[in-house]
């Protein structure tokens, strides 16, 4: 049954901990709870999505309604070679990947620990460590909130691409994602090309080439905790830019520059820079203004220290004009604003 309720404090529904409140909230436990809220969608001002809410930052109060996806479910099943995961969008992103390894399943371990949800991971396509979803992903179902009907999008619907998808260009704000399938393989093997996850291999006395999914998955839980500030404890959205990507013209220049620079070549002739070093190089890491930090351990990540929106997004407008005119490359937030 679906209760709207009003004037909720969205505070712990958000990684930052900002305490705005949301005019109207509901929660959906179900794809036909979902469906039958469709219909009274227009009688708000506007409405969102919110899943895990560790990749927004909320700017003011909300003064519409915010559909909280609780979907649950999670179960595999036998396909061909491989086994499908279903999960859905309402779960916790990393129970589900815990569940995954414990069935002795390759596919997802590298995205051990991501907070939020199932369904927004598509959003964004998740990523760490040398995998995305989208290199495992099947399909999704969503209900597409306009029309009130369930729609299915494959791979190439998605339009995947580095911390993108379609549900956050031609598509924003138009669904709502109910369920996820992933195939996942249990004779398949470690991702382990990542520097520093093979390292912590090493260090644990585990062979890159045969580490089980759970050793995998422990492994990266350990370098997480190291470098990423617990939202419980220091709230924060995770990875607050993205990583620039540049042509390889612009790669060569600030090469000459600034030679320590780490940066990836992408196959398509251009190069994504590590946006952390970036910043790291100017100094700034830990650096405290107004109630806003960039983490200690990772410069690409943005603490609220008390200082709220306000704080983060003046601090992260300094951030990117320093990076711009340092190395004249232009850097993007990765959680939404929502303002
Ligand atoms: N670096 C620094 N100083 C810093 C931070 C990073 O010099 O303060 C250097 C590191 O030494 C390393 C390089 O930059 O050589 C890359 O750093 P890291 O491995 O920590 O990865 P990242 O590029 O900063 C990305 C993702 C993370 C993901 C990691 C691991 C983005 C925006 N972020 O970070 O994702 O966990 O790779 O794959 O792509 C997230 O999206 O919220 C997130 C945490």
């Not at 404090?9 to 930052?16: A, G, K, M, R, S």
């Not at 964004?124 to 992903?137: L, S, T």
């Not at 999008?153 to 911390?163: I, K, L, S, V």
């Given at each position: ?92 992103w990393h129970e589900c990947v815990l569940r995954s390894v414990e069935q002795g399943l390759y596919g997802i371990e590298n995205l051990s620990l991501i907070p939020g949800t ?222």
């Open positions: 049954m679906l209760r709207i309720q009003e004037h909720v404090n969205l505070q712990p529904f958000n990684t930052f901990a900002i305490p705005v409140t949301a005019r109207y909230f509901c929660e959906v436990t179900s794809e036909a709870e979902l469906i039958s809220l469709c219909s009274q969608l227009t009688d708000y001002p506007r409405y969102m999505v919110l899943g895990g809410g560790s990749n927004v930052l909320f700017c003011n109060h909300y003064d519409g309604l915010i559909i909280h996806n609780r979907i649950q479910g999670i179960s595999f099943e036998a396909k061909n070679q491989k086994v499908h995961g279903q999960f859905g969008g309402g779960e916790n199932v369904g927004a991971a598509p959003v964004q396509n998740i990523g760490a460590y040398g995998v995305e979803i989208k290199d495992v992903f099947v399909s999704l179902r969503a209900v597409n909130l306009i029309a009130g009907n369930v729609e299915i999008f494959n791979a190439e619907r998605c339009q995947f691409d580095y911390r993108d998808s379609v549900f956050k260009q031609a598509e924003a704000g138009k669904f709502c994602i109910t369920e996820v399938t992933l195939s996942l393989d249990k004779a398949g093997s470690p991702k382990a090309g990542y520097g520093e996850l093979s390292a912590e291999l090493a260090q644990c006395g585990i062979s890159a080439e045969d580490a089980t999914p759970k050793q995998m998955s422990n492994a990266v839980c350990t370098i997480r905790k190291r470098k990423l500030p617990d939202p419980s404890e220091l709230p924060n959205a995770g990875s607050f830019f993205k990583n620039p990507i540049v042509s390889a013209d612009k790669h060569q220049q600030l090469k000459q520059s600034f030679p320590d620079m780490v940066s990836y070549a992408l196959p398509n002739g251009e190069y994504k820079l590590a946006c952390g070093w970036l910043i790291d190089a100017m100094g700034w890491k830990g650096k405290l203004q107004n109630g806003a930090q960039i983490h200690q351990q990772q410069a690409l990540v943005l603490i609220n220290r008390g200082g709220g929106a306000e704080a983060i997004c003046n601090f992260a407008n300094d951030i990117k004009a320093a990076v711009y005119e340092r190395y004249g490359v232009t850097i993007e937030s990765e959680p939404g604003w929502i303002s």
